[in-house]
């Protein structure tokens, strides 16, 4: 157990409040020369209570344009997977802003449900991590409460194609070239275009500013042999899906190639049963009958009890290396 003067520390040193729900508002980065406009939600610590929203059929649990408590915290950037939108993870972004960071998830232009122009695309291979840097730049610059952001403590938490983006964001180089093992057979536009000897046309953007990340089940993961994931430095926990309910084809499973490729050995969860959709916020029953296949999980698998059991995990982990990159 824990002893409870360290806890004591730990909520110290964090500067956490017992916040009873996240806030939450929207806001939009400005069109650039690094890219186009683009869409976030922005959860932050709040002494509101929660109410019920209801977000394109996802059911929020938060406080709508509540004012942030807090200063010094933490930040978090979310990166969502292939044709996935900023509302994904959204009680994983209610779970830590109510454990006192601030969370600012966007939706990646081109690569969401309402938006797949660019889906599966060599440009948002490339486009996705720039996207995360502008995002940083964005909450520690531009966002109205830009101060209250401890740009010491700065973690991603990217899933699938997300998890991909995160990869790259903390230092490692994706192999976009022509003869990629398993690229030649992939359904990837992608892959396509490497194939026939397309190249980027723009140089990949790492961020250095992000001290940890939590990644998981990342995809393509045939983009970065063992060599390319040398620069990775910082602490990663790694999660993956269960490959044996993963057998339909999608996307995304698994992590251990990753996990025995990584420089330094990463905190690893390995979830028995999990399809690769479980990581995503439990479904409404609307949102069951509208996308069956990612709402349903394996039979006896409890998505929500998971979700209770991973947040806790990466809170803590979070809580942790920040803690340890704050030591003189």
């Known amino acids: 157990m824990r002893p409870p003067t360290l806890v004591f520390t730990i909520l110290f040193f964090f500067g956490v409040t017992v916040a009873q729900a996240a806030g939450v508002k929207n806001f939009d980065i400005p069109a650039s020369p690094e890219g186009p406009a683009i869409r976030l939600l922005v959860w932050t610590p709040c002494s509101e ?25 933490p930040l978090i950037v979310v990166s969502h997977g292939r044709r996935g939108w900023f ?12 454990a006192g960071f601030v969370v600012a998830t966007l939706n990646h232009p081109g690569d969401t449900g309402r938006d797949t122009s660019r889906t599966d695309s060599l440009a948002v291979l490339v486009e996705r991590p720039t996207d995360m840097k502008r995002l940083v730049d964005y909450m520690l610059h531009a966002w109205p409460d830009a101060s209250r952001i401890d740009a010491a403590r700065i973690g991603l938490y990217g899933f699938s194609f997300g998890g991909y983006t995160g990869l790259v964001v903390i230092g490692g180089d994706p192999a976009l070239r022509k003869g990629l093992a398993n690229c030649q057979t992939s359904t990837l536009q992608a892959c396509k275009q490497l194939e026939s000897g397309e190249l980027p046309d723009r140089p990949i953007v790492h961020d250095p500013r992000v001290k940890a990340a939590v990644i998981v089940d990342p995809f393509p993961a045939f983009v970065f042999p063992e060599e390319n994931l040398k620069g990775i430095t910082v602490p990663v926990q790694l999660w ?52 069956p296949a990612i709402c349903t999980d394996a039979p006896g698998f409890d998505r929500a009890d998971f979700h209770r059991r991973l947040h806790a995990d ?14 003189p």
């Open 49 to 73: 209570p929660p109410q019920e929203m209801d977000g394109r059929g996802a059911m929020f649990l938060a406080a709508p344009g509540c004012p942030v408590t807090g200063d010094k915290l």
């Open 240 to 291: 993956s899906s269960d490959p044996a309910q993963n057998a339909d084809g999608l996307s995304g499973c698994c992590a251990a190639a990753i996990s025995q490729r990584l420089p330094v050995r990463p905190d690893y969860h390995f979830v028995e049963n999990a399809t690769h959709f479980s990581f995503l916020a439990t479904c409404t029953s609307k949102e069951t009958q509208a996308t």
């Open 87 to 98: 509302g994904g993870h959204h009680d994983t972004a209610e779970a830590l802003a109510d």
């Open 314 to 327: 990466v809170v803590a982990f979070f809580r942790k290396h920040f803690a340890e990159s704050a030591k």
